[in-house]
């Protein structure tokens, strides 16, 4: 298997675009899932296939994939989207994995 | 609606086994995979595996792989996670997710904390 490496933190001001990256070796074959994940709570998908937003995820989040690693986008950061965010991919057997996790601060 | 619900908190002591049921509701429960993912405290998710409710096959995180069972009963509509040999390190809350293909996961269960404690 293999890693998915995330920075620990993020920090931003509100309206501010926060960037969120996510790298590993095999990511240029699969598609990624960002998850976002609030304490007391079940995560999120706010972006599947690498830039696919689910139906009642606001616009201001999207993601893209440029070889080696991934990005979520959040332009606009609100209040709200205070969160810790994942990235998971797959192995060509389905195994999956996680990122180890980014914590996005809201100033 | 679709709903995952998820059997209730448990404490057990080390050495013992736990096992978590994920009972789902208003949809097809044969026709998506589902998943189980932990949070231990202040940790990040981690991946335990999946199991195809249809077939009953299953596929394992390594590191779980010779102490973890993924079944199902497709009478009641309910997913099972058992996990064997309990430490310390098992305290965590543990997810049921329903995958939706190459739509990732769209539905949670609750999440059950279990406990282990001498």
């Known amino acids: 298997s293999y890693e998915l490496t995330q920075p620990p933190s993020v920090s931003v001001s509100p309206g501010q675009t926060a960037r969120i990256t996510c790298f590993g070796d095999a990511l240029p074959k699969q598609y990624v899932y960002w998850y976002q994940h609030k304490p007391g709570q079940a995560p999120v998908t706010v972006i599947y296939r690498d830039s696919e937003r689910p139906s009642g995820i606001p616009e201001r989040f999207s993601g893209s994939n440029s070889g080696t690693g991934v990005t979520l986008t959040i332009s606009g950061v609100q209040a709200e989207d205070e969160a810790d965010y994942y990235c998971q991919s797959a192995d060509t057997s389905g195994t999956w994995m996680f990122g180890g996790g980014t914590k996005l601060t809201v100033l | 609606q679709v709903q995952l619900v998820q059997s209730g908190a448990e404490v057990k002591k080390p050495g013992a086994s736990v096992k978590v049921s994920c009972k789902a509701s208003g949809y097809t429960f044969t026709g998506y995979d589902m998943h189980w993912v932990r949070q231990a405290p202040g940790q990040g998710l981690e991946w335990m595996g999946r199991?195809?409710?249809?077939?009953?096959?299953?596929n394992y995180a390594q590191k779980f792989q010779d102490r973890v069972a993924m079944t199902r009963d497709t009478s009641i509509r309910a997913a099972y996670m058992e996990l064997s040999r309990l430490t310390s390190d098992d305290t965590a809350i543990y997810y049921c997710a329903r995958d939706r293909g190459g739509y990732g996961v769209d539905f949670w269960g609750q999440g059950t904390l279990v406990t282990v404690s001498s």
């Open positions: 199991l195809n409710p249809n077939s009953g096959g299953t």
